[in-house]
């Protein structure tokens, strides 16, 4: 039996396709250079966000395949929104900015190595967890401009 789609079952479907483009299929020279200055900064993150859209979108077909009817017009918006919050966030400095001025200034220090030293090279850092935050609240954004509300 076909049914549209409700807001959670599309937030399920982003969110985890979200998580494996940007841990699993975002390549190593994506992710070290979308944050540049310029063109090349700009072109990385680009392509970073082009796959990004493209495994979401798979996800959304496999959702809709699955007997949970999307509409691909509204699916298509979502994600145009979705990926130009993804590429405005994943250039870094923006959502730095952003950041400073909620007053989150020591959150983006929080586990971020000394300039100049290699101290701690992980995930969990203030920055990582403001990407991701940021990311999610989008994705729920995307989720509710996908469903049909009718």
């Known amino acids: 039996m076909?049914?549209?789609?409700?807001a959670g079952d599309v937030f399920a479907a982003l969110l985890a396709a979200h998580h494996a483009?940007?841990?699993w299929v975002q390549t190593e020279d994506q992710?070290?250079?979308?944050?540049l200055p310029g063109w090349e900064g700009q072109l990385a993150c680009a392509r970073h966000v082009a796959v990004m859209t493209g495994v979401k979108a798979a996800a959304l077909t496999a959702l809709h395949v699955s007997?949970?009817?999307v509409r691909p017009g509204r699916?298509?918006?979502?994600?145009?929104a979705d990926a130009a919050s993804h590429y405005w966030a994943d250039r870094r400095t923006p959502l730095r900015r952003l950041a400073e001025r909620a007053g989150l200034g020591s959150l983006l220090r929080l586990g971020v190595p000394r300039d100049g030293h290699d101290d701690n090279p992980c995930l969990g850092s203030g920055p990582a967890y403001l990407d991701q935050s940021f990311h999610i609240c989008m994705l729920f954004v995307a989720s509710l401009i996908t469903?049909?509300?009718?």
């Not at 076909?2 to 409700?6: Q, V």
């Not at 469903?147 to 009718?150: H, I, T």
Request: net charge positive.
């Open 2 to 6: 076909t049914e549209a789609a409700a």
């Open 31 to 35: 992710a070290q250079r979308k944050g």
């Open 67 to 69: 007997g949970h009817r």
């Open 75 to 80: 699916a298509a918006l979502a994600l145009a």
């Open 147 to 150: 469903v049909d509300s009718r």
């Open 21 to 23: 483009a940007d841990y």
